[in-house]
Nanobody, 118 residues
């Protein structure tokens, strides 16, 4: 079992920055990928950034020039650094951990709200 707890969300002005944190606990030896997703009202949850096998980084088109994902193994935390935000990025952001083969099971945090508004 893996537990994920997000923090760092809140209200930010357009053009501003925010850092989200995902505190990780439990048995993580089977985790293949760490990721951040977002879900805006009325929309499906979508991936914005991921770390695959602890070294390969992936970003969605929306996050490519605005988001940076990293993981501090010593601190058991996965971060999402967000820059140049605009109201389109208002959403609930979720931390995700995915096991590798054969289960490909996914763990989710409870989410943290990010609101971009003046």
């Amino acid at each position: 079992q893996v537990q994920l707890v997000e923090s760092g969300g809140g209200l930010v002005q357009p053009g501003g920055s925010l850092r989200l944190s995902c505190n990780v606990s439990g048995n993580i030896r089977s985790i293949y990928a760490w990721g951040w997703y977002r879900q805006a009202p009325g929309e499906q949850r979508q991936k914005v950034a991921a770390i695959i096998q602890n070294f390969r980084l992936e970003y969605s088109d929306a996050g490519k020039d605005r988001f940076t994902i990293d993981r501090d193994a010593a601190d058991n935390t996965v971060y999402l650094h967000m820059h140049y935000l605009n109201p389109e990025y208002t959403a609930v952001y979720y931390c995700n951990a995915e096991e590798g083969a054969p289960t490909w099971y996914e763990y989710w945090g409870q989410g943290t709200q990010v609101t971009v508004s003046s």
